[in-house]
Each structure stands twice: as structure tokens, then as C-alpha cells.
């Protein structure tokens, strides 16, 4: 919970995420918290009517609101468009982030041939290879890599045993979380069916490299393939989650959000807006459309087009999935019907044979 000195009146809040209040301006809020386990003092949001019965008995101070809510007693009301986006904006307020000491710790390990800013911060136990180039207020923290001749933007937070390969570039204001791995070699091997040794599996050299354009946050442990030749990208204002496979050559346009155990498999594009949500796989050499979205744990074996939702493996029109599925439960007696019908078929015919 936020000290003391961190609290601010609700009109200031009321204020900062553009909302009209209906309550006292000169409330003093210390905190956000849910709706169950918020207490006086607190702020809480309330946008899907799933949970009205928490947002009727909640001990909250304030709560941010949809713009067609009526005021109640005992709890003051922050009516915003988006309750949501006005809550994170609050938690930006209530815990603004810190940024540690600009320098090189002792124990980090920079390159002589490497470009550091001089306000950027790379902590112990930090790499920075021969040729690599790291921007102003970058931080490194311990175990980060950025290997030869990358180049990583400014602004960018680069957590423990977070890689940039060498030659890759990362633009500014991105984050990457821990044991996230830009640049690892593509999965490309050609079938050697007369090797000198026997059959093998000859390795495709990895010569490209990837790209991540500006405002890009990528997960903890999610793996960014580097091109075989030219790039693999993720462009502008794109987000990862955690354990997302992003294959060689693939290209994800801007503004899209790529879900969980995800994996985009070689040569695919994604477009701008796209939403792929948990355990989706996309097969290689497609295109998923512009503000395409995909339902979760399912398979995309041909191109999305632009807009289009689609759920299922393979993956179909969203209301064709949900009819399908709403069938497939009746499928056991749709059996025992047909069966019956068979049967009473068979009874016709013979009687008519007779």
C-alpha cells in the first residue's frame, strides 16, 4: 500500500484520468485495490457487470465507472469511458517507476569497441559485446546480454538473462523480460540423405536478423527467432506475453497482442491489431489479417482475413466454431437417432420386400 505521502484527492484523481466525479473532491485516497478488498481510503474500478454484486458491496472510497452509471450512497464515483485504462493510468500515479543509478558497475562486463550512453545503467554481472550499441537510460540489469554489434534503443529495460543476439536491433522504450531470447538461430534444417557420415539433418545457416521496432514488450522467456536471411520483425507498440515462439522471417505488424504459449511458425505475417490469444499456432507462409482475431488454442493453417475472428483447429469463422461446438455435445444422441432411423429403415424395406 502506498505511503502517506503518496495520497491524493479524489478531484486530482478525477483530474489526471479525465473522469467527472460524483463525490467530494477533497477525499484523501491512499490506494487502489479490488473491489472485494479495497477498504475506506481506497480506489477501485468496476467495468464488466459480472461483477456487480462485488461493485455493490464493496468498502471502497471511490471506484471508477462506465459513463452511464448513476451515482450511489457511501461510495463516490469516477465516471470514465474506460474504467480500465483509467485504473492503470492510477497505478502509474500510485507507484511511478524508478530508475536506478546511471553507470557501468565494476562488474559488468563492457567491451572497449562498445557504445554506452553515459545515462544508461548496466549493472553487475551485465554484458555488452565488441561493436554493441546501448542508448541513454537503458538499463541492463545482471545477466543481460547484448551481444557483437547489436544495437538496443533508448529507454529500453532489459531484465536478467534477457539476450540480444549480435547484429540485432532493438528500438527505444522497449522491455524485455527475464530470460527472454532475441535473435536465437531460426529452426531450419535440410533433409541430407547422403551425407558422408549417413542421413542427417544439415543445419540452414542464420544469417538474417531481428528487428524490434519502438514501445515493443516481450515476455519472460519468449524466444524471437533470428531471419535465415534479411528479418524477422515485431513492429511498433506490439506486446508478447510470456513463453511466446515468434519463428525466423516472421513479420508482426504494429499494435498487436500475442498471447501466452503462442507460436507463429516460419515465413508468417501478422498484421496491425492482430490478437492471438493463449496456446494459439499459426503455420508458416500465411497471412493473419490486419485486427484479426484468434479464439484461444486454436490452429491457423490458411490466411485470416483482414477483421475476421476465428476460433477452433483448424481454425473457422468464430459463429460457425460456436455452432459447431454447441453441436458437438448432441453429437452421442444424434448417433442413437440416426442408428434408430437406420434400423427403422432396414424394418420398411423388408416389410415392403415381403
Known sequence: MPSASNAHRLGDIATHVRGELLGDPGLLVHGLNGLEEAVPGEVSFYGNPRYRKQFEATRASAVLVGMDATARDGVALVRVPNPHLAYAKLLALFHPATRPAA?????????????????????????VEKGAHVGARTVLHSGAYVGEGARVGDDCVLYPHATVRENCVVGSRVILHASSVVGADGFGFAFDAEGEDGPRHFKIPQVGIVRIEDDVEVGACTCIDRATVGETVVGQGTKLDNLVQIAHNVRVGPLSLICAQAGVSGSAEVGTGVVLAGQVGVVGHIRVGDLAKVGAQSGVAHDVPDGQVVSGSPAIPHKEWLRASAASGQLADLLKEVRALRKRVELLEKEKGG
Open 103 to 127: 553507470g557501468i558497475h565494476p562488474a559488468a562486463h563492457v567491451h572497449p569497441a562498445a557504445t554506452v550512453h553515459p545515462e544508461a545503467t548496466v549493472k553487475a554481472g551485465a554484458v
